[in-house]
C-alpha cells in the first residue's frame, strides 16, 4: 500500500475529520483544505477546518465555500484523525499545533520541499506543484465525486501555487489537472478575476507611494519593497489588500529575485520572497525561520525592515 492509499484508507475509516492548514493560508493552503473537507462532508462525514490565527480569509479567497470553517479556538483539543494540509512544519500551524500533537492520527499532505515528514502518515510530494494536486489524488482513491465547488477550490490552489501557471513548478500533469478541474466545473475566469483582479481603490493610491521607495541592489541581482501600517492607514485598506503588491515588485528585469517587507509592527515584519529561478528563496525562508518553495516562500521577522534586508541580503550575497 502506497502513501496515497493509507491516506485514504485513514480518512475514509476515521469517524470525523479536523482539518488544518498553515497561517496566513495562500491559496494552496486554503484551497486544498477546503477541497478534501467540502468532499468529505459530502460523503457524510463530520469535518471542522481551520487554521492559527489572526483567523481570517484573505479578501481575495473570500469567494471560496467556507461553510466547514471554524475559529482555531473552536477546533477538538484532541481530534481522533487530524489532517494538515500545505504545511512544511508543524510550528506553522499556530496554536492548532499542540492539537495537531493530540491527534490520535495526523495526516500530512504536502509538497514543500522543505518538508522533512511529521505526523503519522506523510504524504509528501515535492515534484507536485501544488497541495491541491495530491488531495485530487486521495479522492480519486477514496471514489468521492469532484464536484464544481470542490474543482473551484482546488483549481484556485494549483493557479495560485503555480502564479497562473507561470512558475517552473508548473508540468504537464499540472495542465492535465487543471484542465480535469474545469472540466468538472471550475471556472478559470471568475477565479483570476476574484485573486488577481479584484482591489478596492486604495491600493492603487498604497501601492504607487510604496514602490516610489522601491530600492534595486543591483550587486545581488534583488529588488526590495517597504510597506507600513501608515501606508495602510492613508489609503484606507488593510494588510489582506495588499497580498498582491510582490507580483508587481518582481517584474523588474534587472533582479533575479523581489522581497516585499510589510512592517506589521515594530518589531514584526512580514517578508514575501520570489526568485527567477538563480535564487533559492525557500532555502533562504527557511534560514529565517520560514518555509516555501525555490521560487516563492516567506518568513516573519522578529526585529526591524532595516535588520531582515541586511539579512536577506546577507544570505543572497553568500550564495552568490
Known amino acids: 500500500m502506497n502513501e496515497v492509499e493509507t491516506a485514504a484508507k485513514a480518512i475514509r475509516e476515521a469517524e470525523s475529520l479536523a482539518l488544518a492548514c498553515h497561517v496566513g493560508p495562500d491559496g494552496d493552503a486554503l484551497g486544498s483544505m477546503l477541497g478534501l473537507g467540502i468532499a468529505a462532508a459530502n460523503a457524510g462525514m463530520k469535518v471542522q477546518a481551520s487554521f492559527g490565527s489572526p483567523f481570517v480569509v484573505p479578501d481575495n479567497l473570500a469567494f471560496l465555500p467556507t461553510d466547514i470553517l471554524v475559529a482555531p479556538g473552536d477546533f477538538p483539543d484532541r481530534p481522533g484523525t487530524m489532517v494538515v494540509l500545505d504545511v512544511g512544519s508543524p510550528d506553522r500551524l499556530g496554536e492548532l499545533a499542540p492539537k495537531a500533537g493530540q491527534a490520535g492520527t495526523l495526516i500530512v499532505i504536502d509538497h514543500h520541499v522543505t518538508n522533512t515528514g511529521f505526523g503519522d502518515i506523510s504524504l509528501i ?31 484556485t490552489a494549483i493557479v495560485t501555487d503555480t502564479g497562473r501557471f507561470q512558475y517552473a513548478n508548473t508540468t504537464p500533469a499540472t495542465f492535465a489537472t487543471a484542465a480535469r478541474l474545469v472540466e468538472a ?91 527567477r529561478g538563480g535564487t533559492d528563496v525557500g532555502s533562504l525562508a527557511a534560514a529565517l525561520g520560514g518555509g516555501g518553495h525555490r521560487l516563492a516562500a516567506g518568513f516573519t521577522y522578529t526585529g526591524t525592515a532595516e535588520q531582515a534586508l541586511a539579512e536577506i541580503r546577507a544570505l543572497i550575497g553568500r550564495h552568490r
Not at 140 to 153: H, Q
Not at 204 to 221: I, M, P, V, W, Y
Open 125 to 155: 510530494d515535492p515534484a507536485a506543484a501544488a497541495t491541491a494536486e495530491i488531495v485530487l489524488r486521495v479522492l480519486d482513491v477514496l471514489g468521492w465525486p469532484v464536484t464544481p465547488e470542490i474543482a473551484t477550490c482546488l483549481h
Open 185 to 275: 466545473g471550475a471556472r478559470p475566469p471568475e477565479i483570476s478575476r476574484h485573486v488577481y483582479e479584484e482591489a478596492p481603490f486604495g491600493y492603487l493610491k498604497a501601492a504607487a507611494s510604496t514602490l516610489a521607495r522601491a530600492e534595486l541592489h543591483e550587486d545581488l541581482g534583488l529588488v526590495t519593497c517597504v510597506i507600513t501600517a501608515e501606508d495602510l492607514t492613508s489609503a484606507g485598506i488593510d494588510w489582506g489588500d495588499m497580498d498582491n503588491l510582490i507580483d508587481l515588485v518582481r517584474m523588474a528585469e534587472e533582479a533575479d529575485s523581489a522581497a516585499v517587507l510589510k512592517v506589521l509592527e515594530a518589531d514584526r515584519v512580514k517578508v514575501s520572497l520570489r526568485s
